[in-house]
């Protein structure tokens, strides 16, 4: 549980200018409320399933329009498989449910509902004796643009990308 009035000085965030400069700025008072649950279960065949939620109601106690930037709901789901020759595999799901983003400012700012979004990610890993791991993945598997869903996100998701390492242990 997640409980916390937060006094001077929080910082909202993605307040945009609409001539596209971004600015930040300063809440006398806030309130952030929450819960946060996970649950791990492992499945068969080596199969384990992972799930986390939180829900946040995060507002502005000054203005009491809620904090932007700040979603609702996220939500990451985990799907791994591990065998006993060494290798392991995992999808991954992370949702970002619908959040506020504050446009204009003054008498000009007003919130705007940003759309909630999906990534995907994949990976696989193959453990090569006692100390080293390889892996190889794709994060953003959908290569999914924040910008084509909405011209007001403050922020961009890295497009699709490989990737493969090799990870060492002492």
Not at 61 to 79: D, F, I, Y
Not at 117 to 122: I, R
């Amino acid at each position: 549980i997640v409980s916390e009035d937060i006094k001077p000085a929080i910082r909202e965030r993605g307040v945009i200018v609409e001539n596209g400069q971004y600015w930040r700025v300063n809440v006398e008072k806030a309130r952030i409320r929450g819960i946060e649950s996970t649950l791990d279960w492992p499945l068969r065949r080596g199969f384990e399933l992972g799930l986390n939620h939180t829900w946040l109601q995060a507002r502005n106690l000054g203005t009491n329009e809620p904090l932007t930037g700040r979603p609702r709901n996220t939500v990451n789901a985990r799907l791994g498989w591990r065998a006993s020759n060494g290798w392991s595999a995992q999808l991954r799901a992370s949702f970002t449910g619908q959040q506020y983003t504050a446009i204009g400012r003054g008498a000009d700012r007003r919130l705007e509902t940003l759309p909630s979004f999906t990534l995907l990610n994949l990976g696989v890993g193959k453990q090569i004796g006692q100390r080293l791991t390889l892996r190889a993945g794709v994060e953003n598997l959908t290569n999914l643009q924040l910008q084509d869903k909405s011209e007001h996100f403050g922020y961009a998701e890295r497009g699709r990308f490989y990737y493969l390492s090799l990870e060492g242990r002492l």
